[in-house]
């Protein structure tokens, strides 16, 4: 059964950083994208960053760019997302997905297949 699941979400303020963890079971990720996606309330699910199998293609979204990082460990089936200089704005549940298809990466949510549950960031101002 593939299964992603999610950990490192809390409460923090404005300024300060956040580390996700994303944990991959169930099948062998080191050739698909990963990516990180996010919904704050009352919004739609939006494109944070992806990244490809090798780790050698990276996205972000232009709201995080300079201050997220995405990594991977394909050795643990991991993937990371390093939050630096949070803003309120980054509240929302945040998501880990894979690709089914390997060897591509893009920012469309529709090409990802396999979803973790989510994990809930709040940055107070």
């Known amino acids: 059964q593939v299964q992603l699941v999610e950990s490192g979400g809390g409460l923090v303020q404005a300024g300060d950083s956040l580390r996700l963890s994303c944990a991959a079971s169930g099948r062998t990720y080191s050739s698909v994208a990963m990516g990180w996606f996010?919904?704050?309330?009352?919004?739609?699910?939006?494109?944070?960053a992806a990244?490809?199998?090798?780790?050698g293609i990276i996205y972000y979204a232009d709201s995080v760019k300079g201050r997220f990082t995405i990594s991977r460990d394909n050795a643990k089936n991991a993937?990371?997302?390093?939050?630096?200089?949070?803003?309120?704005?980054?509240?929302?549940?945040?998501?880990?997905?894979?690709d089914r298809t390997p060897f591509r990466v893009g920012r469309n949510e529709a090409?990802?297949?396999?979803?973790?549950?989510?994990?809930q960031v709040t940055v107070s101002s």
Request: aromatic share 18%; hydrophobic share 30%; proline share 4%.
């Open 38 to 48: 996010r919904q704050a309330p009352g919004k739609e699910r939006e494109f944070v």
């Open 51 to 55: 990244i490809s199998w090798s780790g």
């Open 79 to 98: 993937v990371y997302l390093q939050m630096n200089s949070l803003k309120p704005e980054d509240t929302g549940v945040y998501y880990c997905a894979a």
């Open 111 to 119: 090409a990802y297949d396999y979803w973790g549950q989510g994990t």
